[in-house]
């Protein structure tokens, strides 16, 4: 390869960084006091439900399938930077860290709580039989999909926070009760008696 001149002097070849894909649990998220501050800043106040919603970085696919907080967790052993859910790392920084091979599960439903007493620990096939004992989730049902709803809630509570200032627990619960009702499908659907 030739080196070419740039107008900052020659080219550079940027670093390479590797990411992998490990299995959940097998790595330790930071609980640093910085790493700690970083998070609890993309929290929202607890609203009058008791939620505490992540105002970060959302996942979500093309079919709008996800709507999970993410965060990025670390440096850690080896300057490794570890991203997570965000309600995994609240569990984390509330109890420790989650045993290799289980699930943080949402009590609340909410794929964007963070509040760690809606979240709660158990086994993938117990985090399966939850979507069974519980057959809906609002999320799921929500015509912007579960990310879509995700980000309206955030966008919603953002702009609640901006407004407001140091907005209460009912102001902020408001806001997001609002953003979720926009996506029901069922929001004009009048009832039978």
Known sequence: MTEQATLWGPEVPAPTLAAARVPVGTVGLSVDADTAGRFLAKCAPVDDDGHRWW???IDG????????????????????????????????????PVPPGLAVR?????????????????????????????????????????????????????????????????????????AMLAGDPNRDQLQLW
Do not use: K
């Open 55 to 57: 105002l970060g970085a």
């Open 61 to 96: 696919r093309e079919d709008g399938s996800g709507g999970y907080g993410r965060f990025q967790a670390g440096p850690h052993a080896g300057n490794q930077l570890v991203i997570t859910t965000a309600h995994r790392y609240a569990w984390t920084l509330a109890h420790g």
């Open 106 to 178: 949402h009590r609340c439903d909410e794929p964007l709580c963070t509040a760690p007493e809606h979240l709660d620990v158990g086994t993938f096939a117990e985090n399966s039989r939850d979507t069974i004992v519980r057959p809906y989730r609002a999320a799921d049902l929500d015509v912007r999909g579960s990310a879509g709803r995700s980000r309206a809630i955030r966008a919603a509570l953002l702009t609640a926070l901006a407004l407001g200032g140091d907005a209460d627990s009912s102001t902020i619960g408001a806001a997001a009760r609002a």
